[in-house]
Nanobody, 122 residues
Framework: VQLQASGGGLVQAGGSLRLSCAASGLTFSSYSMGWFRQATGKGREFVATISWSITSTYYADSVKGRFTISRDNAKNTMYLQMNTLKPEDTAVYYC????????????????WGQGTLVTVSS
């Protein structure tokens, strides 16, 4: 199983980025997917999750209203549209796959990608 996160970069505060997570080696449509992030010196933090059927999404309060999670099961890809970015959004963003709807519990995710760095300058 491989999860390849991409789309990170340097952006000014107030700007936008779109992250992608390309999955291979698993039946993508059977897994719920999630985004987590980890800032330097901090623990891994839940960002958002989406169910396998796309009918359910769940966000951390810190990103609600600014970030949108989505997926395209035909392309085996998940996305995170990040708008109105803030310096505190700076982190390495990881995508993860779960056989259940694990919501914000990282222990419920079976596979993890390598991460993509998002840097938001003030």
């Amino acid at each position: 199983v491989q999860l390849q996160a991409s789309g990170g970069g340097l952006v000014q505060a107030g700007g936008s980025l779109r992250l992608s997570c390309a999955a291979s080696g698993l039946t993508f449509s059977s897994y719920s997917m999630g985004w987590f992030r980890q800032a330097t010196g901090k623990g891994r933090e839940f960002v958002a999750t989406i169910s396998w059927s796309i009918t359910s999404t769940y966000y951390a309060d810190s990103v609600k209203g600014r970030f949108t999670i989505s997926r395209d099961n035909a392309k085996n890809t998940m996305y995170l549209q990040m708008n109105t970015l803030k310096p505190e959004d700076t982190a390495v963003y990881y995508c993860a796959a779960s056989r259940v709807l694990a919501y914000d519990d990282p222990r419920g995710y079976n596979y993890w990608g390598q991460g993509t760095l998002v840097t938001v300058s003030s």
